[in-house]
């Protein structure tokens, strides 16, 4: 079983469209937790260049890092074909960012949907990242 990386002890599927659910899930928590210190964190990494390299050197590296190992482990066990986890990594990064933002400005399908949201979300890369038949 591989661990996320949050600050408590979760360990989620080997199965990669499970990890994925249990990824946004968790950072769903961890966005409820944490929602008025990240929308301050936020706005002030666009004007701030130091809390700019201290929020992707301490949170967004290594939640690609982490992402990036578990897609090489998957496509390893013939889960995912071969794709490019850096970029891969990066776009569920960004999706997860994109989707935090469009709640801040008040969408109302995010948050009381985030459980469907991350099934939809974890279907579509997973299923286009499927190995040919």
């Known amino acids: 079983m591989s661990k996320l990386g949050d600050p408590y002890d979760h360990k989620v599927p080997d199965e990669a469209r499970e990890f994925l659910v249990e990824m946004m899930l968790l950072r769903r928590e961890t966005v409820d937790r944490s929602s008025d210190m990240l929308q301050s964190v936020l706005s002030e990494i666009l004007v701030n260049p130091e809390l700019r390299r201290r929020y992707y050197t301490d949170l967004v590296v290594p ?71």
């Open 63 to 133: 939640s690609m890092e982490m992402l990036t190992a578990h897609l090489d482990e998957r496509i390893e066990q013939g889960q995912l074909r071969p794709i490019n986890v850096a970029y891969a990594s990066r776009v569920i990064i960004a999706l997860l960012l994109g989707l935090y933002v469009l709640e801040v400005l008040g969408d109302p399908v995010i948050q009381p949907q985030w459980e469907e949201l991350s099934q939809f979300v974890a279907s579509v890369f997973i299923e286009g990242a499927r190995p040919a038949d």
